[in-house]
C-alpha cells in the first residue's frame, strides 16, 4: 500500500512538473543563442577577410600608381612602358609580402583561434599600436619603404647589394647547388643579423630601432614597423655574407624568403613552442620578451629564427622564466615615438637618430 501510495504520488508529481518540457524553453534559448553566435562569428570573419583582401588590394594599387607617377617623371608613359610595369608589377616582391602576411595571419588565426589572433587585433576594433603597425605594412607594400631607404642612403644601400650581387657569383659557393648553398647562407645570414640588432640597442644606433619597439600590442604586423634607416643596415646584414661567401641568385632568393618569413613567425601570437628553444631556435614568446617594457628584460633574444648566438654569447633568456603577461613598449630614450601619430613617428625616426648622435658625439668623454 505504501508502495503505491508512493509510486502514485511519485506519478503525480512527475506529472505535474513534467522535466522535459520545462528544460525544452531552455534548451530553445540556449540553441537560439549559439545560433546567433556562430552567425556573429561568421559575419566578423568574413569582414575582416573582405578588409585584409581590401587592403592588400588599396596598397596594390597605390603601389601601381607610384610606380606610374615615377616613370611619368622619367620621361613619358607610353603604353610600351605601361605594359612593362604591369608585367614587373606581377613578379614584385609586394606580391610575395602580401601574400606572406595573408597567409601569415590566415595560419596564426587558425592555431590560435579568432579571438587570440592578430588579425582580430588589427581589424576588429585596432589599437593605437595595432592601428600605427597597418600603416607601417601599407609603406612596406606600396614600396614607400624601399624608396625612403634608397633616398635617406643616397643610393648606398642598392649600390651595396649590387656589388654583392655581383661579387657572390664568385664565391665558395657559387658553383654549389642553390639548395645546399641556401641553408649555409641563411645561417651566415642570422649571425650578421645578431650583431646587427646587438648594436641597433647600443645608444648610438637606438633611436633608429626604437620606433618598432614602441609597439604597444603584439601582432604579426610588428614586423613592418621600422625605420628605412634600418631597413637600410638590416640589407647590408644580409649582403655581406651573401657577398663573402658567395651564392647564386637562386640561393639568395631562398635565404631571403626564408628571412623574410621569420621576423612573421617571431612577431606571430603562436602559443607552446618553448620546446624549439632547446634546440637553439626561437619561439614567439622569447621575441615577446625582446619587446618588454621592463628593464630586466632589456637586451636579450636578439634571434629572430635562431636562438643559438643568444645562447653563445649570453644573451639568451628561456621565454619560461617569463610567465603572465609581459607589458610592451619603451620607456625612457626613445618613447618620444607615439603609437597615435604612426606618420610623424616614420618620418622622424632619421631626425631623431642624427639629433641623438650629434648629443652623443658633442658630451664629454667618460
Ligand atoms: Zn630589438
Ligand atoms: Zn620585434
Known amino acids: 500500500m505504501a508502495k503505491a501510495t508512493l509510486a502514485t504520488a511519485c506519478a503525480g508529481a512527475c506529472g505535474r512538473i513534467r522535466p522535459e518540457a520545462a528544460l525544452r524553453p531552455a534548451v530553445a534559448r540556449l540553441a537560439a543563442a549559439l545560433e546567433e553566435q556562430a552567425a556573429a562569428s561568421r559575419g566578423i570573419a568574413w569582414r575582416s577577410l573582405g578588409s585584409m583582401s581590401g587592403a592588400l588590394a588599396a596598397a596594390l594599387a597605390l603601389t601601381f600608381c607610384f610606380k606610374a607617377l615615377l616613370l611619368l617623371a622619367s620621361g613619358g608613359l607610353a603604353w610600351a612602358s605601361l605594359a ?5 608589377f606581377a613578379n614584385a616582391s609586394v606580391l610575395v609580402y602580401g601574400g606572406g602576411l595573408l597567409a601569415a595571419l590566415l595560419i596564426e588565426a587558425s592555431v590560435t583561434g579568432w579571438q587570440a589572433s592578430s588579425a582580430r587585433r588589427l581589424l576588429v576594433a585596432p589599437s593605437d599600436s595595432a592601428r600605427g603597425d597597418l600603416f607601417f605594412v601599407f609603406l612596406a607594400l606600396s614600396g614607400g619603404a624601399a624608396a625612403a631607404t634608397t633616398l635617406l642612403s643616397a643610393g648606398l644601400v642598392d649600390a651595396v647589394v649590387a656589388w654583392s650581387d655581383a661579387a657572390s657569383a664568385r664565391g665558395p659557393l657559387s658553383g654549389q647547388s ?16 645578431y650583431w646587427n640588432h646587438r648594436l641597433l640597442h647600443t645608444r648610438w644606433l637606438w633611436p633608429l630601432h626604437a620606433v618598432h619597439h614602441s609597439a604597444q600590442d603584439f601582432t604579426i604586423c610588428n ?5 628605412p634607416t634600418e631597413i637600410g643596415i638590416v ?7 651573401a657577398a663573402l661567401l658567395g651564392a647564386s641568385a637562386d640561393a639568395i ?9 621569420e621576423i612573421l613567425w617571431t612577431h606571430s601570437r603562436l602559443p607552446g613552442l618553448a620546446w624549439l628553444e632547446r634546440i637553439g631556435l626561437s619561439s614567439p614568446r622569447a621575441h615577446v620578451i625582446h ?12 634571434g629572430d629564427l635562431v636562438l643559438l648566438w643568444d645562447q653563445l654569447f649570453g644573451t639568451y633568456l628561456d621565454s619560461r622564466q617569463a610567465r603572465g603577461e609581459i607589458p610592451l613598449g619603451v620607456d625612457g630614450l626613445g618613447s618620444g615615438y607615439d603609437c597615435r601619430r604612426p606618420v610623424r613617428d616614420y618620418l622622424q625616426t632619421h631626425w631623431a637618430w642624427m639629433c641623438s648622435l650629434r ?5 664629454p668623454a667618460g
Not at 359 to 363: D, M, N, T
Open 84 to 88: 612593362a610595369i604591369v608585367s614587373g
Open 178 to 193: 642553390a639548395w645546399l648553398a641556401a641553408p649555409l647562407l641563411y645561417f651566415g645570414m642570422t649571425f650578421f643579423n
Open 223 to 227: 614586423a613592418a614597423r621600422v625605420s
Open 235 to 241: 640589407t647590408l646584414s644580409q649582403a655581406l655574407p
Open 253 to 261: 632568393l631562398i635565404a631571403s624568403l626564408v628571412a623574410s618569413f
Open 291 to 302: 619587446h618588454a617594457r621592463e628593464a630586466r628584460y632589456h637586451n636579450r633574444n636578439f
Open 359 to 363: 648629443r652623443l658625439l658633442r658630451a
